[in-house]
C-alpha cells in the first residue's frame, strides 16, 4: 500500500474518532490524542502500530470500536433515570371503630393496610403504624395491660403488637386462618395478668369458631397455641367481649350468641369454660353494643348467702328497617328462659325504639347507662333519653353515619361518616372540637355504558375517570371533583354523583377545603315516592387556567326515563329526546384570596343546544394555556370558545369593591366539526388538548362505523379555523390524547399511537404483554397523561386476566389495571408497575415531572424519576412528636419514650451542635455576654456554616 494512501486512511480513521477535531490536527498531535483516549470516562493507553501490523490491529480497531459503540449504546439506553413510587398518602379508612387514647389527647384510625394516629387537639397526623402489603387489618385494640401497645389483626391471622408512642413493632404472631374478627382482653393466668385473644376464624371446610389464645411476647417464634370456645356452622362476623371477657357476644346478623363463664381467676387458658346460649333475633342486626349495668340493690348471686349478684349485661341491637331493639340483663334472662318449664315459642321481652327511616349502622351506650346515641343514613346522630323518651338531634352532618364511639372519661364522640371523614364533638355542647378530613373520593365510578370483554375489544368505557386537576401555582393542591355523599355500610354507591369540589395538599395528605359546585341534597330526603334515589347533578368536567385565577366545570342533570314519560313521551334516556328534560350547565368560577374559596362568575344555561330546543351534553373541556380562554366540544360535534371580557352595567353604578368580578363570559367563535367527520355524532366519547403553546387544538372524534378508524382534528386556536385532519391514529371511542412537544399522543380502547405532527409520521405502541402464567393478555388504555419536564407520558390500561375453565368466573373475568411509562421515541415501557385498585386519574406534576395516580381506595400514587424527583421532607412522623400547639406543650409537656432526640432530625438547623453554641456564648454570666445583635450573628453564622 502506498505511504500517501495510508497517511490518508489514517486521517479518515483520526476523523472518525474524533469528529469535533479541527482540519489542521499535526500527526503528532493526532497520535497522541489517540495514545490518550478517553471511552467513557476512562483513559486508554495504545503502542505505537507498525505498518506490517496496520491491517491486523485496523481490523481489531473495527471490532473494538464495535463493541464500544454497541457498549455505549447500551449504557445510553441503561442511563435512563429509573422511575419508582415516590410517595402513597391518603386512603380510605375501614368500617372498623375509633379508638380514643386512655388520656384522650389521640385517636385511632384503620386503614386497609396501615393504623393512623392523629392528635385530637390539632387534627395532624401524628404516626402511621404501616403493615405489609399483603395484609389487611380486620381489629385493632389497646392493650389492656399497657397503654402505650397497640394489637392490630390481620385478615391472615397473624397479630402486631406496637408501641404505638414511638412506631416500633414488639412483637408478632403468625397463624394459618382466615379471620374475620378479634379483640383483646386481660385475664389472670397463674397469679399473672396477660392479654388474651378472642377470634373468630374459619376453618377449610367453611365452619367458623371462636379461638382464645394467650399472647406472650417471648413465644413469638412458634404459632400460639389456643383452645376453641365455640364452632358452630353460622357465618358470625362480629364479637365483643364485657366484663373482662366473662360474657361473650357473637352475632351474624340473625342470631346472637351469648357465652357466659364463671367469674374468678384462671389458672390456665383451657379453664376457659363458656356456657353459649342462642338467640334468634325477630330483624336483620347491622351493629350492636353491650354494657355492664350494676344489679339491683340488695341482690345476690345464685347460690352464693353472701356475695353479691355480677353485673348484668345489657344488649342493644340496630337493624336494616330503622328500629333499635334493647335486652336488659340479656345473660339472666336467657338463663331464666332455658330453665323455665315452657321454653316453646318464647322468646325475650325488649324495648323498640324507632325514628331512623333507614338502617343503623351505629348505636352506643352512654357511660352512665341513661343515652343511647344512634346514627345511619340520614347523616342525623340522635340522642335517646331512656327515662323519658326524649330525643335529642344533631344534624346535617355531612354525610350518613358509619361509626360511633364515647371517649374513655364520656366527654367526647367521635363520628365515622361515610364520607371519610371523623369528627370529635363534645358530649355537653355537642359542638365539633376537631375533624380529620380524607380524600373523598368515591369508592367505585363505573360508567354507564357496556364493559369491556375479555378479549379487549368493546365499544364503549370500563371506568369514567373523575374530573381532578393540579393547581397550576401549586402544584401539591389537587383539586377533584367529589360526591356528596356516600353510602354507609357494605352496599358501596355506584352511580355517585360529583358535585362537591375538595381540595387536598397531596404532599403532606391535609384537606384544605370544601365547596358545592352544583346543587346538592346531601342533609335533606333524597328519596322519591317511588323509593328511587333523587340524584343531584354530575361535575363532567372542570379545569384551571394557567394562572390559576379562572376555574370552569361542566355539570350534567338527567332525570329518570320513567319520570320524564310524563312530560316527554319521546324520552327515551340519553336518545335524541332526552335534551328536552337534560339540565346542563357551563360555569365559569373566579378565586377569591379573602374568602379562599371559588366565586361564581357566570351561568351559561345550554352551552350546546339543538336547532328545535332542549340541551345537549358537553364532552369535552379544556383550557388554553396563556389565556383566560376555554373550549367546550358538545355532542353536536360544534367546538365553543369561550373568554372573558368586562362587564357592562349600563344601568347600575359600577361598585368600586376588587373583590366584585368585573368580568364575564362569553362565546367568541364556534367550530363546526360535523361536517369533517362521517356523519352526526352519536356517540358520547371525544378527547381534546392544547399544545403546549395554546396555538393548536387536537380534537379526538371516533367514527361512526365500527370497520373505520377515528378523526384527529387540529385547529387554529387563534383564528378558530380547521387545519387538518388525519384518520387512521387509532380505531374505537378514544380516551385521551396529549401534546408532548411536537409529537402528538393518541390513546383509544384499542390502540395507542405517536404522530410526529412537523415530519407527519405516525408510530403505533404495542400494548400486548404477557401474563404471570405465560398467556398473552391485551391491555386496553383507560387514562393518559404526558409530562414536559421528563418528555414521557404516561397510560393506565385494563387488562383482563385468562384463568382455566376450572377456576370459577369470577376470577376469570377479574380486571387489572397497569400504569406504563414511554418516551416518545420509545416501543417499550420504560417504567410499568400493577395497581392495586381502579384508577381514577392520572395528573402530570409540572413542577417535578411525576404522575400523580388517584384511585378508589383513596390513596394519591406519586410515580417520579429519580433525577427529578424532589428533594424528601421530613416526614409528618418525624416531625409531629415536636408539634404540640395545647398549652401543655408549652408549660412542662414532656415527649413520648422512646422518641428520638431533637438534635437527630434531619434538618439543617440540627447540625449546629452544643460546642459550636458553646463556643459564642461561654460560661460567662448574662450581663457580660455581648449585645443581641452580635450573639445572633455569630448564632446565625454557626448554623449556615455547617
Known amino acids: 500500500m502506498p505511504e500517501a494512501s495510508r497517511q490518508s486512511d489514517a486521517v479518515k480513521r483520526s476523523r472518525a474518532e474524533?469528529?469535533?477535531?479541527?482540519?489542521?490536527?499535526?500527526?503528532?498531535?493526532?497520535?497522541?490524542?489517540?495514545?490518550?483516549?478517553?471511552?467513557?470516562?476512562?483513559?486508554?493507553?495504545?503502542?505505537?502500530?507498525?505498518?506490517?501490523?496496520?491491517?491486523?490491529?485496523?481490523?481489531?480497531?473495527?471490532?473494538?470500536?464495535?463493541?464500544?459503540?454497541?457498549?455505549?449504546?447500551?449504557?445510553?439506553?441503561?442511563?435512563?433515570?429509573?422511575?419508582?413510587?415516590?410517595?402513597?398518602?391518603?386512603?380510605?379508612?375501614?368500617?372498623?371503630?375509633?379508638?380514643?387514647?386512655?388520656?384522650?389527647?389521640?385517636?385511632?384510625?384503620?386503614?386497609?393496610?396501615?393504623?393512623?394516629?392523629?392528635?385530637?387537639?390539632?387534627?395532624?397526623?401524628?404516626?402511621?403504624?404501616?403493615?405489609?402489603?399483603?395484609?389487611?387489618?380486620?381489629?385493632?385494640?389497646?392493650?389492656?395491660?399497657?397503654?402505650?401497645?397497640?394489637?392490630?389483626?390481620?385478615?391472615?391471622?397473624?397479630?402486631?403488637?406496637?408501641?404505638?408512642?414511638?412506631?416500633?413493632?414488639?412483637?408478632?404472631?403468625?397463624?394459618?386462618?382466615?379471620?374475620?374478627?378479634?379483640?383483646?382482653?386481660?385475664?389472670?393466668?397463674?397469679?399473672?395478668?396477660?392479654?388474651?385473644?378472642?377470634?373468630?376464624?374459619?376453618?377449610?371446610?367453611?365452619?367458623?369458631?371462636?379461638?382464645?389464645?394467650?399472647?406472650?411476647?417471648?413465644?413469638?417464634?412458634?404459632?400460639?397455641?389456643?383452645?376453641?370456645?365455640?364452632?358452630?356452622?353460622?357465618?358470625?362476623?362480629?364479637?365483643?367481649?364485657?366484663?373482662?371477657?366473662?360474657?361473650?357476644?357473637?352475632?351474624?346478623?340473625?342470631?346472637?350468641?351469648?357465652?357466659?363463664?364463671?367469674?374468678?381467676?384462671?389458672?390456665?387458658?383451657?379453664?376457659?369454660?363458656?356456657?353459649?346460649?342462642?338467640?334468634?333475633?325477630?330483624?336483620?342486626?347491622?351493629?350492636?353494643?353491650?354494657?355492664?349495668?350494676?344489679?339491683?340493690?340488695?341482690?345476690?348471686?345464685?347460690?352464693?348467702?353472701?356475695?353479691?349478684?355480677?353485673?348484668?349485661?345489657?344488649?342493644?341491637?340496630?337493624?336494616?328497617s330503622g328500629s333499635i331493639l334493647i335486652y336488659h340483663d340479656v345473660v339472666n334472662s336467657l338463663s331464666r328462659r332455658e330453665n323455665s318449664q315452657e321454653t316453646e315459642g318464647r322468646s325475650l321481652v325488649f324495648r323498640k325504639l324507632h325514628w331512623h327511616r333507614g338502617a343503623v349502622m351505629a348505636v352506643r351506650w352512654s357511660r352512665d347507662g341513661n343515652y343511647l346515641i344512634s346514627g345511619g343514613s340520614e347523616s342525623v346522630m340522635v340522642l335517646w333519653q331512656l327515662d323519658t323518651g326524649r330525643k335529642q338531634f344533631l344534624p346535617h352532618l355531612s354525610a350518613p353515619i358509619c361509626n360511633i364511639i364515647i371517649s374513655p372519661t364520656g366527654n367526647s364522640y367521635a363520628v365515622k361518616l361515610a364520607d371519610n371523614t371523623a369528627i370529635i364533638l363534645s358530649a355537653t355542647e355537642l359542638q365539633p372540637s376537631s375533624a380529620i378530613i380524607g380524600l373523598q373520593l368515591p369508592s367505585s365510578r363505573t360508567a354507564q355504558t357496556t364493559a369491556l370483554t375479555r378479549s379487549g375489544v368493546s365499544s364503549s368505557r370500563i371506568l369514567d375517570a373523575i374530573p381532578a386537576v393540579l393547581h397550576p401555582r401549586n402544584s401539591d393542591h389537587l383539586l377533584v371533583a367529589v360526591p356528596a355523599s356516600q353510602t354507609a355500610g357494605d352496599g358501596k354507591d355506584k352511580t355517585a354523583n360529583l358535585c362537591f369540589l375538595q381540595t387536598v395538599d397531596i404532599r403532606s395528605g391535609s384537606h384544605l377545603s370544601r365547596q358545592a359546585l352544583a346543587r346538592t341534597n346531601t342533609t335533606v330526603l333524597n328519596t322519591g315516592p317511588e323509593g328511587t334515589k333523587i340524584l343531584p347533578p354530575d361535575v363532567k368536567f372542570l379545569d384551571i387556567t394557567q394562572d390559576g385565577q379562572w376555574l370552569a366545570t361542566v355539570d350534567d342533570w338527567l332525570p329518570y326515563p320513567q319520570d320524564a314519560t310524563a312530560f316527554d313521551p319521546g324520552c327515551d334516556g340519553d336518545g335524541p329526546s332526552a335534551g328536552y328534560s337534560r339540565e346542563t350547565f357551563l360555569k365559569f368560577w373566579m378565586w377569591n384570596d379573602s374568602t379562599k374559596l371559588w366565586e361564581l362568575v357566570t351561568r351559561i344555561n345550554e352551552p350546546h343546544s339543538r336547532l328545535q330546543g332542549g340541551a345537549m351534553s358537553v364532552i369535552g373541556l379544556a383550557s388554553r394555556p396563556g389565556t383566560h380562554e376555554f373550549v367546550t366540544l358538545g355532542a353536536d360535534g360544534i367546538l365553543r370558545f369561550w373568554d372573558a371580557v368586562p362587564r357592562h352595567q349600563s344601568h347600575i353604578k359600577p361598585r368600586t369593591d376588587a373583590a366584585q368580578p368585573q368580568e364575564t363570559w362569553r362565546c367568541r367563535r364556534s367550530v363546526n366539526l360535523k361536517s369533517s367527520t362521517d356523519g352526526s355524532l352519536a356517540s358520547q366519547a371525544a378527547s381534546m388538548s392544547f399544545s403546549e403553546d395554546g396555538s393548536v387544538l387536537a380534537v379526538c372524534l371516533p367514527s361512526q362505523s365500527s370497520s373505520s378508524a377515528g378523526f384527529v382534528h387540529l385547529v387554529d386556536a387563534d383564528v378558530c379555523e380547521l387545519r387538518q385532519t388525519r384518520q387512521g391514529l387509532f380505531s374505537g371511542n378514544p380516551c385521551g390524547v396529549r401534546f408532548l412537544g411536537r409529537h402528538l399522543i393518541v390513546a383509544s380502547e384499542q390502540s395507542l399511537s405517536v404522530w410526529d405532527t412537523v415530519n407527519d409520521v405516525s408510530r403505533a405502541v404495542e400494548l400486548s404483554s404477557s401474563g404471570s402464567n405465560g398467556s398473552t393478555t391485551r391491555g386496553s388504555p383507560i387514562l393518559l397523561s404526558a409530562n414536559r419536564k421528563t418528555n414521557s407520558f404516561a397510560i393506565i390500561t385494563c387488562r383482563f386476566g385468562t384463568a382455566s375453565s376450572s377456576q370459577s368466573n369470577k376470577r376469570r373475568h377479574k380486571t387489572k389495571f397497569h400504569v406504563e411509562i414511554y418516551n416518545p421515541q420509545s416501543s417499550k415501557p420504560i417504567f410499568q408497575s400493577a395497581l392495586r385498585c381502579h384508577p381514577l386519574a392520572l395528573l402530570p406534576d409540572p413542577v417535578t415531572g411525576d404522575f400523580i395516580v388517584l384511585d378508589t381506595s383513596a390513596y394519591v400514587q406519586r410515580i417520579g424519576c429519580s433525577s427529578t424527583g424532589p428533594e424528601p421532607a421530613v416526614s409528618s412522623n418525624e416531625l409531629s412528636p415536636y408539634m404540640k400547639t395545647e398549652l401543655d406543650g408549652l408549660f412542662g409537656w414532656h415527649a413520648p419514650k422512646n422518641v428520638p432526640a431533637l438534635e437527630s432530625l434531619p434538618n439543617e438547623s440540627a447540625r449546629a451542635g452544643p460546642s459550636d453554641l458553646g463556643s459564642i456564648f461561654g460560661s460567662a454570666p448574662p450581663y457580660l455576654l455581648s449585645p443581641v445583635s452580635v450573639l445572633f450573628r455569630d448564632v446565625v453564622g454557626a448554623i449556615v456554616g455547617k
Open 18 to 320: 474524533h469528529p469535533h477535531e479541527t482540519l489542521n490536527t499535526t500527526g503528532r498531535e493526532r497520535s497522541k490524542k489517540r495514545r490518550l483516549s478517553r471511552e467513557s470516562g476512562v483513559a486508554s493507553q495504545t503502542a505505537p502500530v507498525s505498518r506490517e501490523d496496520s491491517s491486523a490491529n485496523r481490523a481489531v480497531s473495527t471490532a473494538v470500536e464495535t463493541t464500544q459503540s454497541g457498549e455505549l449504546e447500551k449504557a445510553s439506553r441503561n442511563s435512563q433515570p429509573p422511575w419508582s413510587l415516590l410517595q402513597v398518602v391518603g386512603g380510605r379508612y375501614s368500617e372498623l371503630d375509633p379508638i380514643f387514647s386512655v388520656d384522650e389527647k389521640f385517636i385511632f384510625l384503620a386503614l386497609e393496610k396501615a393504623v393512623h394516629i392523629f392528635s385530637t387537639s390539632t387534627s395532624r397526623l401524628f404516626r402511621t403504624l404501616q403493615l405489609e402489603a399483603s395484609a389487611k387489618v380486620v381489629g385493632y385494640q389497646l392493650s389492656p395491660t399497657s397503654d402505650e401497645h397497640l394489637y392490630v389483626f390481620t385478615s391472615s391471622g397473624s397479630v402486631r403488637k406496637w408501641d404505638w408512642t414511638s412506631g416500633r413493632q414488639i412483637s408478632s404472631w403468625e397463624t394459618s386462618c382466615k379471620t374475620f374478627s378479634a379483640t383483646i382482653c386481660s385475664i389472670d393466668v397463674d397469679e399473672t395478668v396477660l392479654d388474651a385473644l378472642y377470634s373468630l376464624r374459619q376453618h377449610k371446610d367453611g365452619r367458623r369458631e371462636l379461638l382464645i389464645t394467650i399472647l406472650k411476647d417471648g413465644d413469638t417464634d412458634a404459632e400460639p397455641v389456643g383452645f376453641v370456645a365455640l364452632e358452630t356452622s353460622r357465618s358470625v362476623k362480629h364479637i365483643t367481649l364485657s366484663n373482662q371477657g366473662r360474657v361473650v357476644v357473637i352475632s351474624d346478623g340473625q342470631h346472637i350468641f351469648v357465652g357466659d363463664r364463671k367469674a374468678g381467676a384462671s389458672a390456665s387458658p383451657e379453664s376457659l369454660h363458656y356456657t353459649w346460649r342462642e338467640l334468634s333475633l325477630p330483624v336483620t342486626a347491622t351493629c350492636f353494643d353491650v354494657r355492664e349495668s350494676l344489679p339491683a340493690e340488695g341482690s345476690k348471686s345464685a347460690g352464693s348467702r353472701a356475695k353479691p349478684a355480677a353485673p348484668a349485661v345489657d344488649l342493644v341491637l340496630g337493624e336494616s
